[in-house]
């Protein structure tokens, strides 16, 4: 198929087209699309972009998500409109068959995104949820810390400065140091038991 496309809007709607003939065959368009036919592609978009985008809304519950799906489901459509084989279903079938997927797609994506969000949330509460930290920080006066911050590595107590005297998370340390988050997590962790092994704390 020709590699370019039709410009599909993000809205459903027959900006500019003449109102469709009643009962369009899609398997016409649908045929003609697949051969590069922008003009049948645009008719094939007006007879159904309402149905597509109706589907879209039941599946996300969002009307800004739904056009994008809707724009998704019909870039893959006119991409792979060689595809439909008549035999196998209706052409209507096959469209909203696309649409359900993309809509699918989209809310399991924003599920997990919504998981991870969550879960990197929890991992990254401030220190205080750091039993090691809870240990070094409150058996130990900052002068005696930074007496002890010599025993440490650079790297690590380039961390643990930041962390306990610049007053930065765990995720502000990452992003100041350019590491990721479990990375400075384990500096500031390695850091701190090295300091309350040399302070004595836990031990007394």
Do not use: C
Not at 113 to 132: A, F, G, L
């Amino acid at each position: 198929m020709d590699e370019a496309r039709p410009a599909v809007a993000g809205v459903p709607s027959s900006e500019g087209t003449p109102a469709a003939h009643a009962a369009p065959d899609l398997s016409d368009l649908l045929k003609q699309s697949a051969r590069g036919d922008q003009a049948a592609f645009s008719r094939l978009y007006d007879a159904t972009s309402s149905r597509v985008f109706g589907l879209a809304v039941r599946v996300v519950r969002d009307p800004a998500q739904a056009e994008e799906v809707t724009q998704e489901a019909f870039l893959e459509i006119w991409k792979t409109a060689t595809r439909f084989d008549p035999d196998r279903g209706s052409p209507l079938s096959w469209l909203l068959t696309i649409t359900h997927r993309k809509a699918v797609d989209r809310v399991r994506s924003a599920e997990a995104s919504s998981r991870r969000d969550e879960k990197y949330h929890h991992q990254n509460q401030p220190v205080d949820h750091d039993s090691t930290a809870e240990a070094a920080h409150a058996s130990l006066e900052a002068r005696r810390v930074r007496g002890a911050l010599a025993s440490l590595t650079a790297v690590q107590r380039e961390a643990v400065e930041l962390a306990y005297f610049g007053g930065y998370t765990h995720t502000e340390v990452a992003k100041l140091l350019d590491l990721p988050v479990g990375t400075a997590k384990t500096r500031i962790r390695d850091g701190l038991i090295r300091l309350r092994d040399t302070m004595g704390v836990g031990g007394s």
